[in-house]
């Protein structure tokens, strides 16, 4: 009798080292490129994209404060954060939406594994995101005019939101298994954003990009923005939803349990430290910057008239020694040789919340000029100077109401290649004619409609003829009182008919 013995058969599948862990990075690869060309993420990089051409160069055209630009970069990667988020959830879905989740549960790779990959692929457009924006603070970096320094924390906000907002999307995904529940995620987000946006100091820091309320700048190391501490914040975030995604679709590891452990340590300390306020060393600073801005200021002579900034600023005198130089250029009298004192301000004592105005200065020939420069500052600069050199200090400029507006807002606006051009970017309603009332760095001052009128006139003429007319009468036209109609006779030109009575 002869006996059979069957071999068990062997399995053609072995388990090879490594195995798992390249069948998620593979798996992680083809969800990158399918989320990448998802048409809700294609659509907001391309608005994102747009956004950030066309904006280029117009929020402070080739001056930048790097300070500012870094904050610059926040808004728009939400949008590509929102698309990633309903993409991401409805890629985790798929098998439950097709109805093929019975075969995956057939293969080596488990379910825990497939979210991990997923997680792998919001990680791959959080980097996308960084690059874009890499290339958007760059492109600010690189103007010729740009001043100060951008913060690591800053910039890394909208590569975090990005990937914060893609695994809160993939969370929902195991948790919940709807299509349904991830728009109205988006909505939930939306009205988070608005509620704590409105907050106190740190409950808005909870949100993802901190927006400020103004577009006041500051030197970089008295913005108190905890940039640093954000970022961790929100890593530590990301970090903690994406494990817990994981964990709630079968991955209950210990290198998990620990993983979620300590990312909600980061959260909490993150979390904890940007919201402890100013620091009194840093309240202490603002306040001397604002009030005693001379002790924290380099000062440089270029022509005998003497220049102070804030450190950063430095590159910016050749500047403002340039516009000083054109103005003094067309003065006449002994105004055509004064010296001037061109002192840098701002109100840092609120940090970015504030806006306050500055006051105008009381000491002898002593100009104001901002944080900020490039388009309408320049000539608002200008008028400043033009005030100083004719009535002295900037305070007794600022009450000029009379006729002397007239040689003043030749000085302001003359040397201009389109002087009318400047003439309406100074005034606060971007007029050319009539009233209004003209912008400078502290107070303004009042054009009245036949004070405008013998300016428009004087601007007709030839620049070396009115030039010359100022200067040959520069002392009548710059004695208090002087009316408009006496300062268009002195400058030979025809009696205006507009209203001169000032508001004041």
Partial sequence: MTTLVEKPAVSGTR??????FRAVLALALFESRRLLTRIPVLLAFTVYLGWTVWRAGRAWGDYPALQDADRATQGAPMLVGLA???????????????????HFAVLVLPHWCRTAAHALSVAAVALVTAVCVAAQFGREALRPGAIGQGSVGELLVGPLTVLLFGLAGLLV????RSALVAPLLVVLFLFLFLFFSGLDYGGRWLLPAVEEATSNTLPSDLMGRPAAWHALYLAGLALLLGLVAVLVTGGRKPVVFAGVAGALALTLVGGVAQSAGDSPELVEARERATVHPEQVQSCVRRDGSTYCAFPEWAPRVGDWAAVVDRVRSLAGGRAHEQDVVVRQRVDARYGLSGDAALESLKRPHEV????????????????AVAGVLIAGDEEAATSICDGRIVPLMWLAVGWESDPLDALRRVRLNDTVTGSDSVLQPTNGLYMTEAQTEVLRALLDLPRAEAGARVKDRWEKLTAPKITAARAAGLLGLPAPEGEDKCLR
Wanted: glycine content about 18%; cysteine-free.
């Fill in 15 to 20: 388990n090879e080292p490594g195995g798992a």
């Fill in 84 to 102: 990633v988020l309903l993409s991401v959830n409805q890629a985790a879905l798929r098998s439950r939406r097709h109805g093929t989740e019975g």
């Fill in 173 to 176: 995904a195991g948790l919940v």
């Fill in 368 to 383: 104001t000029v901002g944080t900020q420069w490039g388009g309408n500052r320049v000539p608002e600069f200008s008028a």
